[in-house]
């Protein structure tokens, strides 16, 4: 069996069998391209259009976002004249708090030189007290020696007892030390992880450097998504005008021919009668193209 192939749109390519003459084959090459084109310009027309309704929805998100940091850079106006009226409250009261300071220091000080203080009022029957009491009655060399040696050595005892206890009580505290290390090693960490889920990290407020960087950013990518459905509308037209050519078949092409690898035309309107495979070389591939005014030649599908 002898065929071609027909080439068409972009990269698209059918294929025809030549056992018959030009005029069915016309047909069948003129329906079946043209069928095939309105398919493919619909489908991609869809898909343009999904292509633009997530466009859209990120350039809406973003713009949301955008002013929310200009919302958070510009103070607004209320907040502007509270924080003046703020700082004329503090300021009074920090005026009125020195006043009264002042006048309290003031009133201490005459109440100090008026009146004499309690201690001064004691002192003097202290002095008597002393007058009044005698010196303590001297002892003996002898007896302060004996007091002075055992006083020392109840001193060294309980210097002893002491050490003999911290020892044993240091031996019994590692032992027990040693059995609960284990077992407080993973209750601390139960007791870091619950306290880190309980109390988790609190995300600090972005500085203007970083809402400034962000916004451009955002602007950035607006401009880039303004571009592109800018060229997704265009796309969308030139398909729209395109596919009415195939929109019915009283509306296909009337005049087509055969274009080989050389450029050259077949003329195959002229060749209606003749069998094509006497005429058209086996699995040769050509474009398939409109005939129109002689003025602009040749169109391609």
Known sequence: MSYIVVKYGYKHKMIFGTNCTFAPLIDAMRDGVCESLASILAAKEAEFHKKQKEINTALNSDKQALDKLVQQTEPKPDEAAEGEVEEETKKGKDESEKEEKKELGGKKEDKKDAAPTKKEEKKEPAGKKEEKKGSPKKESPKKEEKKKKEEK?????????KKKASAAGAKKGSAAAAKKAGKGGKEDKKASGEEAAANPAEPQAP????????????????????????????KVKTIKETAKRFASRDAYPKVIDLVDANEERKY???????????????KAGFDIVEIVTPAEGLASF
């Open 153 to 161: 050595k109840k001193e060294e005892k309980k210097k002893e007892d």
């Open 207 to 234: 500085t203007e450097e970083e809402i400034e960087k962000q916004k451009e950013e955002l602007e950035q990518r607006i401009a880039q998504l303004k571009g592109d459905l800018d060229l997704l509308q265009q």
């Open 268 to 282: 195959i309107k002229t060749k209606k009668d003749i069998c094509a495979n006497t005429y058209l070389p086996d």
